[in-house]
């Protein structure tokens, strides 16, 4: 240990500053009196730092005073930061007591005074050394015992009990306001801040040699690194689905950055000669085009877990990211998994990311075979399972593999975000919102800053007619992550509101994208802009007649007083719904509503309490959506409605 820091554990000095008092020789830092608990390194980084005051500290002074003796990774140092940090919270004006100076090291931000052994305060300078300021009239005193004597001898016995009252009064309004200092304080540290999380895109590594036996690495190395940051909080990681079109393709840095929206890049290479694999990778500041870091793995193909580890560290270090306790164990590395299980989960996460869902099925059914305590793996096999019903027609029988691997995946690791996630939307498509909801909220303790489980919540509260609500957790989304959910309905929400207008704004580039297409068509529908949507409706129908792009040309034929051909359409859908036994109960929502365009009352009330009791009970919607109107004035719409309303009251009465 440095010989000053040893000195200053040994001495009596106390450091005070904001609540706190710091009591290096007894190893204690107190907050208002109460002893707080830290560990023995995160005590001694305190102390250097306060002892230098608002002088910059470097890491590089810190790990020499800190742990002389020993090599540790940078990484301890910023684990305890991060600990210190919550633990001393924030000033009453909302500053951090350590403050981050990038690329260099801390400082610490408050004015420490320092209490020597004779009871002087002085304050620590910006150079680090003490200032004296005004001693505090500890020693020299009269002795407590002969104080009352002295002042009736001096005041008289009157004057005595007035300066006492006096005196007490003082006392008490000391009191009060430290109270409510203490209560102010206590406030802001429970206040939840926005944090300006830094954003990263991960690209698949590059395939030097071009052997297509190893081609999958590429993809599901650098997914799996993103997946291991989905834990920090500080950091907005795009997913792997964002960056899957980069594969195997030339980057330019700032045209990439843009189209992803963000500050830094990691980019990278592999080249695999037998059992021996070699990755390199460099992380990029966007702006300055800056290497931040870069680093070269070399490791043997059946030690594959390493690469995800070892990257996700570095760009914790060099990216100076401050860690949770709880975040720090939770990217520590994996546990051990079977080399040829993780081999096939990495190529099934490959063939997932190219929508080869059955064959991504088959990979990954083998992984968890040959090992089957590797959450990960149950993990995507259940959103495998889950494509393949939505897609591929499995069917009811995916759909209850999918939530039994889900499940699965949780008992092995409880917080595991991608399981969550995962589940809570195969929930809410089936109907079970309420059981969605817990899972989303927990996720979110986890990382409060993870824009796929903001954005899950928002699509849970939509069904369940939480519109305000919906909206905020997906603005909240949109602003963590500008492309989440990209080629999803947007903000369906807005259209439920009656906000036809900020809808439309709302969506992204539709040209390429059937869904996107039906629902251009469907915002103009409601403006009753008709020649529009007709040509919208079409053209999502001709570049894929998906569901919602029949529901789409459904309603076209409707405009072009084809009404025999929409409704011919729409028996058709639901022919196949009912025979593959799953159904989405929103679209199920919009085949109502084309009924009810057409003119089809009896079919519309058949969708429509199917869809409700199928899990979209919207009632807020429900109860105002134009093109209801037809249905209105009917008894069992009344039964409909009211059967939404009583989930929709339950479901708020639980939740908010």
Not at 296 to 312: G, H, S, W
Not at 479 to 501: M, Q
Not at 601 to 609: Q, T, Y
Not at 629 to 644: D, Q, V
């Amino acid at each position: 240990m440095d010989f000053d820091l040893a000195m200053a554990l040994k001495g009596q000095t106390l450091y005070e500053f904001g609540n706190f008092r710091l009591d290096p020789a007894n190893r204690q830092l107190l907050d208002q009196g109460r002893a707080l608990s830290l560990t023995p390194k995160a005590l001694e980084i305190l102390v250097v730092l306060v002892q230098n005051g608002n002088r910059l500290t470097t890491k590089e002074e810190l790990m020499r005073r800190v742990w002389p003796d020993s090599f540790v990774e940078e990484a301890n140092l910023t684990v305890n930061i991060s600990a210190l940090r919550k633990l001393l919270g924030e000033t009453v004006d909302g500053r951090q007591y350590i403050q981050t100076v990038p690329k260099s090291g801390y400082r610490f931000s408050v004015p420490v005074s320092v209490v020597e052994e004779k009871g002087q305060t002085v304050s620590v300078e910006d150079n680090g050394k003490p200032r004296q300021t005004n001693p505090i009239a500890t020693s020299g005193q009269v002795p407590i015992n002969n104080t009352s004597g002295l002042l009736e001898e001096t005041l008289g016995p009157r004057r005595w009990r007035k300066r006492i009252l006096a005196l007490g009064l003082v006392l008490i309004g000391v009191v009060l306001f430290g109270y409510t200092a203490y209560r102010v304080r206590t406030i802001l540290k429970q206040r939840v801040l926005p944090v300006e999380a830094r954003s990263l895109a991960i690209l698949p590594l590059q395939n030097l040699r071009q052997d297509s036996d190893s081609e999958f690495l590429g993809f599901s190395l650098a997914d799996a690194v993103i997946t291991k940051l989905d834990y920090v909080s500080s950091l907005t990681v795009r997913p792997s689905s964002a960056v899957e079109k980069y594969r195997g393709k030339a980057i330019d840095i700032q045209t990439v950055a843009a189209d992803l929206k963000v500050d830094t890049l990691l980019t990278g290479s592999f080249i695999r000669d037998g059992d021996d694999l070699r990755i390199t990778y460099q992380l990029i500041d966007v702006k300055t085009e800056k290497i931040l870091g870069r680093g070269t793995i070399d490791l043997k193909y059946d030690n594959l877990l390493k690469v995800q580890d070892t990257v996700a560290q570095q760009i914790i270090q060099k990216l100076e990211l401050n860690l949770s306790p709880s975040e720090a164990e939770r990217i520590k590395p994996e546990s051990p998994v079977t080399p040829l299980a993780y081999e096939y989960y990495l190529r099934g996460v490959d063939l997932y990311g190219q929508n080869k869902f059955p064959l991504a099925i088959k990979m990954l059914e083998k992984s968890t075979e040959i090992d089957p305590n590797y959450a990960p793996a149950w993990a995507y096999l259940g959103t495998s399972y889950t494509a393949d019903a939505a897609f591929e027609f499995g069917g009811r029988e995916q759909y209850r593999r999918a939530q039994a691997a889900y499940e699965r995946a949780l008992a092995i690791r409880p917080s595991q975000l991608d399981a969550q996630i995962f589940l809570a939307n195969l929930l809410i498509d089936t109907g079970k919102v309420e059981q969605a909801v817990p899972l989303l909220r927990d996720a979110l303790k986890t990382n409060p800053n993870h824009a796929a489980a903001h954005w899950e919540l928002g699509y849970a509260y939509r069904f369940a007619g939480m519109l305000n609500e919906s909206v905020t957790e997906c603005e909240g989304a949109r602003r963590l992550d500008p492309l989440v959910k990209a080629n999803s309905s947007a903000f369906n929400t807005y259209l439920y509101l009656g906000d036809y207008t900020k809808f439309l704004r709302s969506l992204p580039d539709v040209d390429g994208s059937s869904f996107l297409l039906f629902y251009r068509g469907l915002g103009e529908y409601y403006q009753k802009d008709f020649e529009r949507a007709a040509r919208d409706f079409d053209r999502a129908y001709e570049v894929d007649p998906t569901l919602y792009a029949q529901i789409g040309k459904a309603l076209s034929e409707s405009i072009a007083h084809r009404g025999a051909n929409g409704l011919e359409i729409l028996q058709g859908l639901e022919g196949k719904i009912e025979h593959r036994g799953v159904g989405d109960p929103e679209a199920t929502y919009k085949i109502a509503q084309a009924y009810s365009m057409l003119g089809d009352k009896v079919s519309a009330l058949r969708v429509l309490r199917s869809s409700v009791e199928g899990g979209f009970f919207s009632y807020p919607y429900l109860s105002t959506d134009p093109l209801l109107e037809p249905l209105r004035k009917e008894s069992e719409f009344a039964e409909i409605l009211n059967t939404s309303h009583q989930r929709y009251e339950a479901f708020r009465s639980r939740f908010f």
